[in-house]
């Protein structure tokens, strides 16, 4: 993780396109910018952040089941249960189920566990929309790429491009 | 039964608090209902799920899009609900 850059998610573990299925994995940083301020003396990973990682876990998945053609936008936080602090350190594990595919929208469930114990759970809406640009798409092919082949299990598929 | 419409009338009074007696079927969602485009997905949603179908949202978003539709055609509930009868139709032939 490198919570100043957004970069949430470290490895695809598993991922099922044609389920709508992902479990990933991220490794909270000892030290980062963002614990200065989230709190002094007493470092958490904030809330939202943790949001973020499932947003980016759904995120991920449903770009693979899409072949990158377009893009998922976070469009609501449906529902968000924060449940025990997240500290340096931890590693996370993050799973993300696409519960509903619509046309130009999609909703995901996700979780974050740690040492087997729930740290939080979710319901995601996105909209799904055409790349602004190539650059995003290639920023989003990219880092892809790079944490698909970062996977465990070989059971991960990436995109067919 | 309910109709359509009544279904789909309780579906918008529950996902956007308006209330049921202001919902009519010469209603357009957007202009008279004032429904915003983030509310319509949840809206879509709980239709798509209600009666086991796709809505065609990016279809219809490209037709607005191109001029080649009306919001009118597609968001005026009567003539919403006559697209989910086509589309139910659809999914039992």
């Not at chain 1, 949430?8 to 695809?12: L, R, T, Y």
């Not at chain 2, 010469?26 to 202009?31: I, R």
């Not at chain 2, 086991?52 to 809505?55: A, D, H, S, T």
């Given at each position: 993780m490198l919570l100043e850059y957004f970069q949430?998610?470290?490895?695809?573990e598993l991922l099922d396109t044609d389920e709508g299925k992902v479990v990933a994995r991220a490794e909270v940083p000892l030290?980062?910018?963002?614990f200065e301020g989230h709190f002094p003396g007493s470092p958490l990973v904030p809330g939202v952040l943790l949001i973020e990682t499932m947003a980016q876990a759904s995120g991920f998945m449903l770009l693979a089941r899409m072949k990158f053609e377009k893009m998922p936008f976070?469009?609501?936080?449906i529902s968000a249960k924060l449940r025990t602090f997240v500290e340096p350190g931890e590693i996370l594990i993050i799973e993300a189920a696409l519960e509903h595919d619509g046309s130009g929208f999609a909703k995901t469930k996700a979780s974050i566990t740690s040492n087997g114990k729930k740290i939080c759970d979710s319901q995601l809406m996105f909209k799904i929309m055409p790349f602004p640009n190539d650059t995003l798409k290639n920023n989003m092919l990219d880092r892809f790429d790079q944490i698909n082949s970062a996977?465990?299990?070989?059971s991960s598929a990436g995109p067919k491009n | 039964m309910a109709t359509t419409f009544e279904d789909v009338a309780e579906i918008i009074a529950d996902t956007?608090?308006?209330?049921?007696?202001?919902?009519?079927?010469?209603?357009?969602?957007?202009?008279?209902?004032?429904?915003d485009s983030l509310d319509f997905l949840d809206i879509a949603f709980a239709i798509d799920k209600h009666f086991?179908?796709?809505?065609p949202l990016e279809k219809w978003t490209e037709e607005l899009n191109e001029n080649k539709a009306s919001v009118d055609e597609y968001f005026v509930l009567s003539k919403l609900c006559d697209r989910i009868d086509e589309l139910i139709a659809a999914k039992n032939a």
């Open positions: 949430m998610i470290d490895a695809v030290q980062s910018p963002v976070l469009a609501n936080v996977q465990i299990n070989s | 956007s608090d308006i209330p049921l007696e202001d919902i009519t079927p010469e209603k357009n969602a957007f202009t008279d209902l004032g429904i086991g179908i796709k809505i």
